[in-house]
């Protein structure tokens, strides 16, 4: 392997389709990726046969073996406590060790967080991490956290995950002057609890060197009004799961509209190539991969649903994040920053 292979720490057998997603999800990356290798954590009776059957993989892929899997319902403390020879697990064990760079992971989310959290630590003044993504909407990608991480969030966790969207945004999306807001039920500046409001008021303080615009509404978020979205893991995850679904039953719609006659099949015909763009476009598996931000190693989380497609986009997030020295650079922007503005606030 050429010392400048990326090499990815693969959980084979989180997911719905695993171990097949996973493996066919790394062939299909593979290719755009010249120097990527693979660990692959999972029962090598069932992942041996999927990687000798793409070429592409047989000289990128070390198999190890484990025949423990972490549940879809496992709570995360019994995770930590009885799952220590899983392919979670391992995946994970192999960035701290420095065998890996990035562990991609399609498993039970609430178990990965634990996992990386324990093994990886969180960077110095930071609570808690946060699952980032890049969303697409009208008017640019905006990036969002918390997506599932944190079902309850105070208001510093609100303000922590405030800094690191904006240091993400300006890493991975190369907006110089981040805007920043908070996801409420309306504008006004009097909408929403006690703890919306406290953080609201801790970023318009200025202290941070964060460009706060306020909250947004659902409808801004999809507008893409300001660069960085932050909210709770519980209504981000719900927020995003609605975004999918209702992107899912436009394409649905407009694929059962141009059967409906002739006319409109002339019309699909004609505008085939559109349609291919916006279905693309919607498709969640398209902009699969969520970064953990806040920890001193790189994480992404796949969809549990994922297929091969989400599993190669996921991937494909964390060999860009491992390239561009992402996770390299939050550190570097936290240092400059200063940890102080970061710590816990008494209320």
């Not at 890996?100 to 990965?112: D, F």
């Not at 093994?119 to 110095?124: D, E, I, N, V």
């Not at 918390?146 to 609100?158: K, V």
């Given at each position: 392997m050429a010392p400048s292979a990326i090499t990815i720490a693969l959980d084979a057998m989180g997911g719905e389709a695993a171990p097949r997603a996973v493996i066919d999800g790394a062939a299909k990356v593979a290719p755009r990726h010249g120097a990527l290798h693979f660990l692959v954590f999972g029962d090598e009776a069932r992942v041996r046969p999927l990687v000798d059957a793409h070429p592409a993989l047989r000289d990128r892929c070390d198999i190890r073996h484990t025949s423990e899997v972490v549940a879809d319902d496992a709570k995360p403390s019994t995770a930590l406590r009885q799952a220590k020879g899983s392919s979670m697990?391992?995946?994970?064990?192999?960035?701290?060790?420095?065998?890996?760079?990035?562990a991609v992971s399609s498993g039970n989310t609430g178990a990965?967080?634990?996992?990386?959290?324990?093994l990886l630590r969180t960077l110095p003044g930071i609570d808690r991490p946060a699952?980032?993504?890049?969303?697409?909407?009208?008017?640019?990608?905006?990036?969002?956290?918390?997506?599932?991480?944190?079902a309850e969030c105070d208001a510093t966790n609100l303000v922590q995950f405030a800094l690191m969207g904006a240091v993400f945004a300006r890493a991975v999306l190369d907006?110089?002057?981040?805007?920043?807001?908070?996801?409420?039920?309306?504008t006004e500046a009097l909408k929403g609890d006690e703890v919306v409001q406290e953080a609201a008021r801790r970023l318009r303080a200025g202290e941070l060197p964060i460009r706060?615009?306020?909250?947004?509404?659902?409808?801004?978020?999809?507008?893409?009004?300001?660069?960085?979205?932050?909210?709770d893991g519980f209504t981000g995850n719900v927020?995003?799961?609605?975004?999918?679904?209702?992107?899912r039953l436009i394409v649905d719609r407009v694929r059962t509209a141009f059967k409906d006659s002739w006319v409109a099949g002339l019309g699909y015909v004609l505008a085939r190539r559109r349609f291919d763009l916006l279905k693309r476009q919607l498709d969640p598996q398209h902009h699969n991969g969520a970064m953990f931000l806040g920890l001193g190693g790189i994480v992404v989380k796949s969809h549990g649903s994922a297929n091969d497609i989400g599993l190669a986009n996921a991937i494909g997030v964390a060999?860009?994040?491992?390239?561009?020295?992402?996770?390299?650079?939050?550190m570097r922007e936290l240092e400059h920053l200063g940890a102080p503005p970061m710590q816990r606030v008494a209320s």
């Amino acid at each position: 392997m050429a010392p400048s292979a990326i090499t990815i720490a693969l959980d084979a057998m989180g997911g719905e389709a695993a171990p097949r997603a996973v493996i066919d999800g790394a062939a299909k990356v593979a290719p755009r990726h010249g120097a990527l290798h693979f660990l692959v954590f999972g029962d090598e009776a069932r992942v041996r046969p999927l990687v000798d059957a793409h070429p592409a993989l047989r000289d990128r892929c070390d198999i190890r073996h484990t025949s423990e899997v972490v549940a879809d319902d496992a709570k995360p403390s019994t995770a930590l406590r009885q799952a220590k020879g899983s392919s979670m697990r391992l995946a994970i064990e192999a960035v701290r060790n420095g065998e890996a760079q990035a562990a991609v992971s399609s498993g039970n989310t609430g178990a990965l967080m634990a996992m990386a959290k324990v093994l990886l630590r969180t960077l110095p003044g930071i609570d808690r991490p946060a699952i980032a993504s890049v969303m697409p909407a009208s008017k640019r990608r905006v990036v969002m956290l918390d997506l599932g991480a944190n079902a309850e969030c105070d208001a510093t966790n609100l303000v922590q995950f405030a800094l690191m969207g904006a240091v993400f945004a300006r890493a991975v999306l190369d907006v110089e002057d981040p805007t920043v807001a908070l996801l409420n039920i309306g504008t006004e500046a009097l909408k929403g609890d006690e703890v919306v409001q406290e953080a609201a008021r801790r970023l318009r303080a200025g202290e941070l060197p964060i460009r706060f615009e306020g909250f947004v509404e659902g409808t801004g978020l999809m507008a893409g009004t300001v660069d960085v979205v932050v909210t709770d893991g519980f209504t981000g995850n719900v927020a995003l799961k609605v975004a999918e679904g209702t992107a899912r039953l436009i394409v649905d719609r407009v694929r059962t509209a141009f059967k409906d006659s002739w006319v409109a099949g002339l019309g699909y015909v004609l505008a085939r190539r559109r349609f291919d763009l916006l279905k693309r476009q919607l498709d969640p598996q398209h902009h699969n991969g969520a970064m953990f931000l806040g920890l001193g190693g790189i994480v992404v989380k796949s969809h549990g649903s994922a297929n091969d497609i989400g599993l190669a986009n996921a991937i494909g997030v964390a060999a860009d994040l491992v390239r561009g020295g992402t996770n390299e650079r939050i550190m570097r922007e936290l240092e400059h920053l200063g940890a102080p503005p970061m710590q816990r606030v008494a209320s």
